[in-house]
């Protein structure tokens, strides 16, 4: 039976003796940059090579267990699914044949409707890999080190990974994608453990005080034993580009970069993308943590880093109708939260609906009057800020106006359900399936117990509906050191 909370210290996998990954200058991480030019298998063996092949990376008989970047169903915002298939077949070639693929999807969709979309479900069943969604079944709660409130993890996920009881004779092989993101400035294989906390706990801790450190806690938490970032292609304007702008989005690597220190093998990913592990905040601090190393000059990088010279853009694009009037406050509107989110949320669905009649969105805190003068079309107001701070004026100033509120920062499904119904958008008409089959996948998500807080695929609001818990630590500063609220 599992404990009510286990609290984390000293990351308890690492090597005996050993609190982190701290490298010598005679003991330096490798990471390999591998041309894909010459097919996916060639790059593997050269991934794997520097250790002496990938026998003397992965015990035999290990159960492996591969982790893309699933983070939604649009072109481009998922590992590539060659890569998968490639890596599965590899994985066969060399004797392992006890795989798996998990994943936990972005908030407001079902990882199990993620994999059928992009393809993973059919190929892991034609690996015979078992497929894991840790969005589905019973949850355990885990104490990050540095907070007091639990969060709730996959149960399958704790007793595979963080149970040291469990932990031997399970591999986990991390496989994102080389992406860009206008919150973290990357996302590659230290965020990807933002996955594991489920979908309503990953609200929380997601401003620009929190959510840097609650990525390095995650890390701290539980991390891969290998990492192979998949550049084939590299995704920048952001992390999840509208599909209409995934052209100018995207350019063409043909790359690989992996090795065994993620830390060491994401310093290498944001150098190819234009950027110092500095510009990276949660980089930065488990780097500072001694979680792994950081500094270029104490890699051994295999491969030619020096031809990346571009610095792909991070922030979006912000390609919205000239209708919709966006009003942010002066004081405070966290990327990493309420403006963030909406921005993306806005940039796919508008860039998918054309003729988006007027409307308004309300964000952050701290407005002058006349900022909220002459708003058109209904409003969707966003975030306990914003509520707090201009709820009841607005109402007071617009009686007659359909006012949708999302009364939690972070609420990906709330803003995207509140965007869709104000532009009369049906959320179904956007996944890339058959409408019947999508439902069908949904249905057994249900089934499977799914905990995502789905956006409702026929459209209409979806309240937050926070708890008492909740409501209580927003009141009362929403993790903030200053207590001025979770914006």
């Known amino acids: 039976m599992l404990s009510s909370t286990l609290r984390s210290g000293a990351f308890p996998f690492a090597p005996e003796g050993e609190e982190g990954v701290v490298n010598t200058s005679a003991d330096r991480p490798i990471v390999t940059i591998a041309d894909t030019a010459g097919g ?39 590992t590539d699914p ?28 079902a990882t199990r409707l993620v994999f059928a979309v992009a393809g993973y479900a059919d190929i892991a069943k034609r690996h015979g890999a078992e497929l894991i969604y ?8 885990y104490t990050l080190e540095g907070e007091e409130t639990p969060i709730r ?18 591999f986990y092989l ?24 489920i979908d309503a706990d990953r609200m929380h801790f997601h401003n620009h005080e929190t959510l ?38 995207s350019v063409r690597l043909n790359i690989l970069i992996g090795g065994r220190d993620t830390v060491a093998v994401d310093a290498v990913g944001c150098k190819v993308l234009g950027y110092a592990v500095e510009e990276a905040e949660h980089l930065r601090l488990v780097a500072e943590w001694g979680l792994g190393e950081g500094r270029l000059d104490h890699i051994e990088v295999i491969g030619d880093l020096a031809r990346f010279k571009a610095r792909y853009p991070y922030a979006m694009l912000r390609r919205f109708p000239a209708s919709v009037r966006i009003v942010q406050g002066r004081e405070r509107a966290c990327i990493e939260g309420c403006r963030g989110n909406t921005e993306c949320s806005l940039e796919i669905l508008s860039s998918e609906r054309k003729g988006v009649g007027a409307f308004s969105i309300v964000f952050g805190k701290g407005f002058a009057d006349a900022d909220l003068e002459d708003l058109p079309g209904d409003i969707l107001l966003v975030g306990n800020c914003a509520i707090n701070d201009r709820g009841e004026d607005l109402r007071r100033r617009y009686p007659d106006r359909r006012i949708v509120e999302v009364d939690a920062h972070n609420d990906v499904r709330g803003i995207t359900a509140g965007l869709a119904t104000i ?21 057994q998500a249900k089934l499977h117990g799914v905990n995502s807080r789905v956006t409702p695929l026929l459209g209409g609001p979806a309240p937050t509906r926070l708890s008492e818990r909740e409501l209580r630590w927003y009141r009362e500063g929403g993790g903030r050191s200053d207590g001025s609220g979770a914006g």
């Open 40 to 78: 996916l298998p060639a790059a593997l063996d050269a991934v794997f090579a520097p250790y002496g092949g990938m026998a003397n990376v992965i015990p035999s008989g290990s159960k492996v267990h591969l982790k893309p970047n699933g983070v939604q169903f649009f072109p481009g915002m998922y």
């Open 82 to 109: 060659a890569m998968l298939d490639a890596l599965l077949g590899y994985l066969r070639d060399h004797g392992y044949t006890r795989l798996a693929l998990m994943e936990n999807s972005s908030q407001c969709v």
């Open 134 to 141: 840790l969005d589905e079944g019973p949850t355990a709660p």
């Open 153 to 170: 993890i996959s149960r399958r996920l704790f007793e595979t990974f963080i149970d040291p009881s469990r932990r031997p004779g399970n």
């Open 174 to 197: 991390s496989v994102p994608k080389l992406k860009t993101h206008f919150m973290t400035t990357v996302t590659l294989g230290v965020k990807g453990q933002q996955a594991f906390p």
């Open 212 to 249: 840097h450190v609650r990525l390095a806690r995650l890390y701290r938490m539980v991390r891969p034993d290998f990492c192979i970032i998949e550049g084939i292609t590299a995704i920048f304007n952001g992390h999840m580009p509208a599909p209409a702008l995934l052209k100018e989005s």
């Open 423 to 443: 532009m009369k958008i049906r959320p179904v008409n956007m996944v890339p399936m058959n409408r019947l089959r999508a439902g069908w996948i949904m249905l």
